[in-house]
């Protein structure tokens, strides 16, 4: 336990990773008993943490590579490093001044902190611990510990947290890094004695003038070991895959273009997968005449659809659900809305598949003295259940836009529910129900199916 500690407090990204594994693992086990229990299959849930997976994987084993390549350069520290680790002192280390140099004539006394409820991980074992800003926006950090091993410690951890590039400097004069990765703001941090000292700023210039202020010019010395341990002759973080990766082109369009081919690949075949419903077992596979006829006799039952034959195609139909049309009137507001819902099935009588595209839209209006507003949207995709219900209340109106006497009127759109006549009619004619993006070429059939 004590070592796993250790390992999650020098690598924080270690707790990035476990926490998004455990809260991934407790929300895939949750929906599962909730789809088991609703009688739906897991493959959409199966789809879905896999495409994810696709996306999350690599870059989860980039940084535990990265935290093993931390871990092992930890533990051969240079000389150098060594040197200030037991305790002994080079003899160029800088000695403490007073804080309010290093904060600067330009802190802000009002904005004076105790360090340790931000950076609690870097200054933990400091007797004590400040931090001050300007006006400016910079800020200087001061804390004093009770020997210079500690000092140490605490300033490759400040390198290791704030995850330095663009390293420069030696463990003798302080070390000039741009925080995250070269992505944040510039930082230069030293020991000097048994106190850790550091400023930011938004240039190297900015926080190097800060430095050279407190404690003296700048040695042009350049080490292999320091803060977050690495430096531009001979980073260490080059025995990082991360470092690995980004510097070589090559690898990295390599890389990309497997991992976008892989993503795109699992979305059509794996979502394809996810939605096809076999037909059923132990029935005659019947004709497309047949299996048109079995569809279009679902127009004279009590079901709450539109199933069309389209002109041009008697192989290819529409069904359409059209619910939430809804008109009322509320605080002297006019207000309209829609929902609509459908299928284009196109029958394959070769392959004895229904191939599905989806559509759906939504459209809300509403007027009033002075304004008009409206709202309308539409898609296409792949439905994997859907559930409404919704309730509004005013003065309700007719199609021809009379009062009918109603305060409210309520929906309830169940998708799932309103499909199963249509998926049973084709897997009971001993077809396949296909759902796809989109009708693709027979070319392309096996990249969609």
Do not use: C
């Not at 007027?367 to 409206?374: E, K, V």
């Amino acid at each position: 336990m004590t070592n796993l500690l250790h390992t999650f407090a020098e690598y924080p990204l270690l707790i990035g990773i476990t926490l998004y594994l455990a809260i991934s693992l407790a929300l895939a086990l949750l929906l599962g008993i909730l789809m088991r229990r609703a009688a739906m299959s897991l493959k959409p849930l199966i789809f879905f943490f896999g495409f994810l997976g696709i996306i999350a994987v690599p870059q989860m084993s980039v940084h535990l590579l990265d935290a093993f390549a931390h871990a092992r350069q930890s533990g051969e520290q240079p000389a150098e490093a060594a040197a200030v680790t037991t305790g002994s002192i080079a003899p160029s280390a800088l000695q403490p001044v007073s804080w309010d140099i290093v904060f600067g004539p330009n802190a802000d006394p009002s904005l004076i902190t105790d360090a340790k409820h931000g950076l609690d991980y870097i200054v933990s074992g400091a007797n004590e611990a400040k931090i001050a800003f300007n006006a400016a926006g910079e800020s200087a950090l001061a804390a004093r510990f009770a020997n210079a091993k500690a000092a140490a410690t605490a300033l490759n951890r400040y390198g290791s947290f704030f995850q330095f590039a663009q390293v420069t400097g030696s463990d003798a004069s302080g070390w000039t890094a741009r925080r995250f990765n070269g992505q944040g703001e510039w930082n230069h941090v030293l020991a000097a004695g048994n106190e850790l000292y550091a400023w930011s700023g938004s240039t190297r210039e900015s926080v190097e003038a800060n430095r050279i202020r407190a404690l003296g010019p700048l040695q042009t010395q350049v080490s292999s070991s320091g803060a977050g341990g690495a430096s531009v002759s001979d980073p260490p973080s080059k025995g990082q895959a991360s470092t690995r990766l980004s510097s070589d082109w090559r690898v990295m369009t390599a890389f990309l273009a497997i991992n976008v081919s892989l993503a795109v690949f699992w979305f059509f075949k794996g979502s394809a997968w996810s939605v096809r419903q076999s037909a059923q077992s132990n029935t005659r596979t019947e004709q497309a005449v047949f299996l048109r006829d079995r569809l279009l006799a679902l127009n004279q039952q009590q079901q709450p659809v539109q199933i069309i034959a389209l002109p041009n195609n008697s192989n290819t139909f529409e069904i359409t659900w059209r619910y939430g049309d809804v008109q009322w009137l509320n605080l002297m507001r006019t207000h309209k809305m829609r929902r609509t819902h459908k299928l284009v099935l196109d029958l394959d009588e070769g392959s004895r598949m229904a191939r599905v595209r989806e559509y759906w839209s939504a459209f809300d209006a509403s007027a009033g003295a002075g304004d008009l507003r409206f709202h309308w949207i539409a898609a296409r995709g792949m439905q994997f259940f859907e559930f409404e219900r919704r309730r509004v209340f005013g003065v309700q109106l007719d199609e021809s836009g009379k009062t009918t006497g109603e305060l409210s009127k309520a929906y309830t759109f169940n998708l799932q529910q309103l499909k199963q006549p249509i998926i049973e009619a084709v897997t009971g004619s001993g077809w396949t129900w296909q759902p796809v993006m989109w009708n693709a070429p027979r070319s392309l059939r096996w990249l969609t199916e």
